[in-house]
Nanobody, 118 residues
Framework: QVQLVESGGGLVQAGGSLRLSCAAS????????MGWYRQAPGKQRELVAV???????NYGDSVKGRFTISRDSAKNTVYLQMNSLNSEDTAVYYC????????????WGQGTQVTVSS
């Protein structure tokens, strides 16, 4: 069983910064991809950023240049540094770990709320 525990969400003013962390535990296969997705009220879940074991990174268009994803593979932990936050970044942020080994293994955290006040 795999568990993902997110931390670091909260309330921040527009223009401010937050850092999210997600620690994964359990039977995790490597190589894998760890990432962040978000879902705002009334909207579909969308990609924020994903990073692979080989440090290949992909960002959602709306966060490019403002957010930075990183990982500590030894600790199975992924981080998301969020700068220049605006009200459109308000959402529940979910951590994800994914790998393919015969079949797809796809696990999600419980989500952490990020609220940006204008």
């Amino acid at each position: 069983q795999v568990q993902l525990v997110e931390s670091g969400g909260g309330l921040v003013q527009a223009g401010g910064s937050l850092r999210l962390s997600c620690a994964a535990s359990g039977d995790i296969f490597s190589p894998n991809a760890m990432g962040w997705y978000r879902q705002a009220p009334g909207k579909q879940r969308e990609l924020v950023a994903v990073i692979t074991s080989g440090d290949r990174i992909n960002y959602g268009d709306s966060v490019k240049g403002r957010f930075t994803i990183s990982r500590d593979s030894a600790k199975n932990t992924v981080y998301l540094q969020m700068n220049s936050l605006n009200s459109e970044d308000t959402a529940v942020y979910y951590c994800n770990v994914y790998w393919s080994l015969g079949r797809v293994y796809d696990y999600w955290g419980q989500g952490t709320q990020v609220t940006v006040s204008s």
